[in-house]
């Protein structure tokens, strides 16, 4: 449930109202003027709240949900309760997504922790940043010299935004974030805590020691990304480091020096990617995924939880394990594994 301290009650809606900001349908007319309050998940929603089913391991938690209307796809309509108004659609979640952007607006605004517009008196502000009108600036946050953050942006608390770095419009950058030597588009998220621009880990190896090569590039982060908590992206070594337009990032994620990240991929909390590899569009890294050096991740690939990439995946693949394989042929890998240990755990004996 939402706490009413953070996140205001919604203004009631009806289930007609839902129909309409999501596209879904109901099968009896009169169900159009059910009145909506709130939203909640299958277990404990309650009366005048919205509920939703997209996974079908939860199908027996609609069995008994005390929602008054619950988002589902047709396949499931037929197994919602009585006295429950079925809104078939086919995409739920985003169904109810768009449902609890409406109720709670200021969820999806760009309000930082202070919870004030404009320029607090704590901030400091390089006389030569360029900032346009509307921008929020909180206590502790520095801007460097030349810096230019659009209208609509929230600088968050102590962050820090480098000399000349250039935001977009309608940003979020949160606390005690850093920003150096990058470019962003408009309405990119970046978390507390995050550093982009940092040096990449770029070092001449030899027998009389590690010899630093500066790292001269940037990272340009396109429109529309959002980048989770305590992430790092390092600049270019010697061109720019790149998210791409529509990507989401998760917490804790590492993205090295030359990286390119095409658009609209989703990588998932703790993936390592090393320097210089390049991912296509619509990519997927699960949580712990590790991708070596100079690949090419081809678009649409998925890549699994804690898989170890060491060669280049071609688009549309999935894979997993470590060393990172094909889906089907880790499969049958572990099936043969399975049979070999109930085949020699049978005329196994203890040595003690």
């Known amino acids: 449930m939402s706490d009413p301290i953070f996140f205001p009650p919604p203004k009631p ?48 938690r609609l069995a008994t949900t005390k929602a008054s209307a619950c988002l589902v796809h047709a396949r499931f309509a037929d197994k919602v309760p009585e006295g429950v108004v079925a809104l078939v659609t086919v995409d739920p979640y985003r169904a109810f997504a768009a449902v609890v952007g409406r109720f709670y607006p200021a969820a999806l605004k760009l309000e930082g ?62 606390a005690a974030v850093t920003l150096i030597h990058c470019l962003l588009g408009n309405r990119v998220i970046i978390h507390s805590g995050t550093r982009v621009g940092q040096d990449g880990f770029g070092f001449a190896m030899g027998p009389k020691g590690h010899q630093k090569v500066p790292q001269i590039g940037r990272v340009v982060i396109q429109d529309d990304v959002e980048i989770g908590a305590n992430c790092t992206i390092d600049r270019g070594a010697n061109r720019d480091t790149v998210i791409g337009e529509g990507t989401k990032i998760d917490n804790l994620v590492q993205i090295a020096h030359n990286v390119v990240v095409g658009r609209h991929c989703v990588i998932v909390s703790h993936v390592g990617i090393s320097g210089s590899t390049e991912l296509g569009d619509f990519v997927v890294l699960a949580g712990q995924a590790g991708i070596a050096g ?19 995946v071609a688009p549309g693949a999935r894979i997993v394990g470590s060393p990172a394989k094909p889906v089907r042929e880790f499969a049958r890998e572990i099936a043969t594994l399975k049979k070999l240990a109930r085949r020699d755990g049978g005329s196994a004996h203890d040595d003690d």
Request: hydrophobic content about 40%; overall charge negative; aromatic content about 4%.
């Open 294 to 312: 100079h690949l090419k991740i081809g678009s649409g690939a998925q890549i699994g939880a804690q898989a170890g990439v060491m060669v280049d």
């Open 13 to 60: 809606a009806t289930v007609a109202d839902v129909c309409s900001w999501t596209g879904a349908t109901v099968a009896d007319e009169r169900a159009a003027y059910v009145v909506l309050q709130g939203v909640g998940p299958l277990d404990t929603a309650g009366p005048g709240d919205l509920t939703f089913l997209d996974n079908k391991k939860y199908v027996d």
């Open 113 to 174: 922790a202070y919870g004030e517009t404009g320029i607090a008196p704590g901030a400091h502000i390089h006389p030569s940043a360029h900032l346009e009108p509307g921008v929020t600036v909180e206590p502790g946050a520095v801007i460097g010299a030349r810096a230019e953050i659009g209208t609509g942006s929230v600088i968050g608390a102590g962050a820090v935004i480098g000399h000349d770095v250039r935001i977009g419009r309608n940003c979020h950058v949160a």
